[in-house]
């Protein structure tokens, strides 16, 4: 089979049939060369492999796209060797577009398009052509497969996908300075002729910026563009396929480039000359003006520092940046007055903060201007001469005794008269007046010191002219002191006079006290009144140093004979005059310990030392007795109801008694009592049941100090009178049937030697003094205490 087509559709269609012509002619090969279905054989023969014969040949089809003839356009022709030209060969087609785009004359075999194709939706098709016997529907040809390519056109426009487009560049940028980069895209065949090759133009924004043909950078064509000048910049660029010959199709995109801004302008101040009126009255720290410099630059670019240079303002003033408006705000650092000075000439500069070096050759980022400032006339207050005024005045002085004096005068240069007046809502008003024209103040009533050693007041001044205009000033005044308090004894309690004191002992020392100041009341001396007979119990030293010891002047104290003794002190101050005053102490006596430590005074001491009062104490040794009296009851009542041991011979009943109590041991001491056997002569008389305890038991044993020599125990067998005892025990039928062990142990009487104690001796009573015993410490006090006892009886 042959394929062929028509020479009419192009140059290149003309090639490919010459092509397809001789690649059939191809096919007569010399029958001399050995095909490749020969085998050469040994003997020099060729065997001949036979295959089946190709009946047709077939390539590429090619149509072009976008056809809108109103016929349909032939694409190629299908041929078979087969076909005789009888209509005996049918030819069939299927696959991609087959009978709806392509379809194919059954008898000749050519393939027509029927619709318009675009190459940019679908770029080729892949069809099966058939050869079959129109009569025997057998296949003439084995189906074979070819490609039918759409043929590009340039029928696309380059297109910017990503358009418009925003850039900037900074203002002042060099020739050449790359801006941004723009990318067109054609969807013609790139690969086909010049329909993709595209070519980029600049349509606008000449002579500012300039275009890359070939890759689309926009670079900056001019030097030096100010920002201050223009701003904003519209670039158009075009891009044009055909590498930008006439007829090809093209495209455009718009590009806004700004002009970001750098530093390149300095500040500068709208005139050099500004002037400023200030009220004299204005307040230190406040602003009082504003100025401003201009800078053409935007952001940290026209941030401007402003700077007092001359010392004659900055002496006064300061100047500060509004960081919002960029303005220098002037503020006053130290009083204005205008009787002093009445102008002030300030040189303010500004500078910019942030300079960029690159541009350092288009001058200096800085201006100056003059600010001359008129200081404004203003009626003020008074103004004391002292920003505090001390005085001092003498206690007990008459009222009107003058205190001092204060000055105010008017600033102005009017010098209006002042008036004086004192702070009504102060408390030492009542005690100072002022004289409202000369300012002495003077006392009210007679001061006391030791009342108040200070007073503080306020003195306000006003003018005659405006007395709304008021100045105040504090004024304190000193109380001095005089010698009008007489001194006293510092201490009120009680001084305690131990019962042992010997004469000469030093009972206590004191000081007194004086209200009056330093100098008039710390040195004192002491004496007893001279009018006072002499006191026989106690004296007084004077020790030279503002105070005196009392001093016992007999040997001992006893608080049962006189408990409270009274000691009128005389003491003189220091002072000029001196003064004197008698204070009475009481001196209580007590038993005390070594040393003179205190050991007990009476009843009120230790409950004042516990916290209790009388009252107190009554209540807790109330509730005492009365939990002392329901023992007692409590007690009385149990055994009252104890039933006892023994019972009646009129009352027989048939109990069982359990007893089962032991002795006591040796250390039972109340089984027995052993002087049964050291007076055996009254043992008679001393019976009693051993079974139940006494009630009460009183024994009357006399001090063997106190006993009389004659008294002797009488001579008997301590054998017999245990076997004695032991009868009676059991005849006694009142005994319960105890389970009892007593044990008796009699060592006898007398000694050869006889006593050593002085305690039996009936000797005469000494005459020797035992107070050296308190002396020995509180181990010794009792066998103290029971010698003066002795010594008690022995005078009684």
């Not at 009569?135 to 189906?143: G, I, M, S, W």
Request: glycine share 6%.
């Amino acid at each position: 089979m042959r394929i062929s087509t028509t020479s009419c559709l192009c140059p290149f269609l003309v090639c490919l049939c010459f092509i397809q012509r001789c690649y059939g002619a191809s096919h007569h090969v010399p029958a001399k060369v050995p095909s490749k279905n020969q085998t050469k054989l040994a003997n020099g023969e060729t065997e001949v492999h036979h295959r089946p014969k190709r009946g047709w040949i077939w390539n590429q089809f090619f149509v072009l796209e976008e056809h809108f003839g109103t016929e349909a356009q032939y694409v190629g022709k299908l041929h078979s060797n087969s076909d005789k030209g009888d209509g005996s060969v049918r030819y069939i087609l299927d696959g991609e577009g087959a009978g709806t785009i392509f379809i194919i004359d059954e008898v000749t075999g050519d393939i027509h398009a029927t619709k318009s194709l675009d190459r940019e939706k679908k770029t080729h098709y892949v069809l099966h052509a058939q050869a079959l016997d129109r009569h025997t529907e057998e296949a003439l040809e084995p189906k074979s497969e070819f490609i039918i390519k759409v043929q590009d056109i340039n029928d696309n426009a380059p297109k910017f996908p990503d358009g418009p487009f925003v850039a900037t560049v900074p203002e002042m940028s060099e020739v050449g300075t790359s801006v941004l980069q723009v990318t067109a895209t054609d969807a013609d065949d790139p690969t086909y002729g010049n329909s993709a090759r595209i070519v980029y133009s600049i349509l606008q924004g000449q002579p500012y910026f300039s275009v890359d043909p070939k890759t689309g950078i926009i670079r900056t064509a001019l030097a030096n563009m100010d920002r201050e000048a223009r701003e904003h910049y519209t670039v158009v660029i075009q891009a044009k396929d055909m590498a930008g010959q006439v007829g090809g199709l093209s495209g455009s995109t718009t590009i806004n480039i700004t002009l970001t801004d750098i530093n390149d302008n300095p500040p500068k101040f709208p005139q050099k000359n500004y002037q400023l009126y200030v009220p004299e009255s204005a307040q230190v720290g406040k602003p009082v003006g504003k100025i401003k410099a201009n800078d053409e630059d935007l952001g940290v670019n026209a941030d401007i520092r402003y700077s007092i240079i001359n010392s004659e303002g900055a002496n006064m003033f300061s100047i500060s940046t509004d960081r919002d408006t960029r303005e220098g705000v002037i503020s006053l650092k130290k009083p204005l007055n205008y009787e002093r000075k009445k102008t002030y000439t300030l040189h303010i500069e500004g500078v910019n903060t942030h300079v960029d070096p690159r541009y350092s050759y288009l001058g200096s980022f800085k201006d100056t201007a003059t600010l001359k400032i008129t200081v404004g006339d203003v009626d003020e207050a008074p103004v004391f001469s002292l920003e505090h005024f001390i005085m001092d005045v003498y206690e007990n002085a008459p009222s009107g005794t003058e205190v001092g004096g204060v000055t105010a005068r008017d600033p102005d240069s009017r010098n209006s008269p002042v008036r004086y007046y004192l702070d009504s809502k102060e408390e030492g008003v009542r005690y100072f007046r002022i004289d409202e024209t000369s300012g002495v103040i003077r006392t009210t009533q007679p001061l006391d010191r030791e009342d108040m050693p200070w007073h503080n007041i306020t003195v306000m001044a006003s003018e005659v002219d405006n007395p709304s205009l008021l100045s105040h000033v504090p004024v304190t005044v000193q109380v001095l002191d005089v010698n009008d308090n007489p001194p006293e004894i510092a201490t009120d309690e009680e001084v305690i006079v131990c019962e042992s004191s010997r004469p000469g002992q030093v009972i206590q020392t004191v000081t007194a006290v004086d209200k009056d100041d330093f100098a008039n009341g710390q040195r004192f001396s002491f004496a007893l009144p001279s009018q006072l007979p002499v006191n026989p119990n106690f004296t007084l030293r004077d020790n030279e140093d503002s105070t005196a010891s009392i001093i016992a002047r007999r040997r001992r104290f006893n608080h049962l004979t006189q408990e409270l003794y009274e000691l009128p002190i005389v003491v003189w101050d220091g002072g000029e005059p001196s003064l004197s005053g008698t204070s009475t102490l009481t001196l209580r006596v007590c038993p005390c310990q070594r040393h003179g430590r205190i050991r007990m005074c009476q009843g009120e001491a230790f409950l004042s030392s516990a916290g209790l009062s009388t009252g107190a104490l009554i209540a807790i040794l109330l509730c005492i007795v009365i939990l002392l009296a329901i023992v007692v009851l409590f007690i009385t009542l149990r055994r009252s109801k104890k039933e006892p041991l023994i019972i009646s011979e009129e009352d027989i009943r048939e109990n069982v008694v359990t007893y089962d109590d032991e002795g006591g041991g040796e250390e039972d001491t109340e089984a027995f009592d052993i002087i049964a056997l050291r007076n055996p002569a009254a043992a008679e008389e001393l019976k009693f049941r051993r079974d139940v305890r006494p009630e009460a038991r009183q024994h009357c044993v006399l001090p063997r100090s106190r006993r009389s020599p004659s008294v002797e125990l009488d001579e008997v067998d301590v054998h017999e009178f245990i076997k004695q005892r032991l009868v009676e025990a059991d005849m006694d039928t009142s005994v319960p049937p105890y389970d009892s062990l007593q044990t008796y142990a009699y060592e006898g009487q007398g000694s050869p030697t006889g006593t050593v104690s002085p305690l039996d001796s009936p000797g005469t009573q000494s005459e020797q003094d035992y107070n050296y015993l308190d002396d020995w410490g509180p181990e010794f006090q009792k066998l103290a205490e029971l010698y003066g006892e002795a010594d008690s009886d022995v005078t009684t």
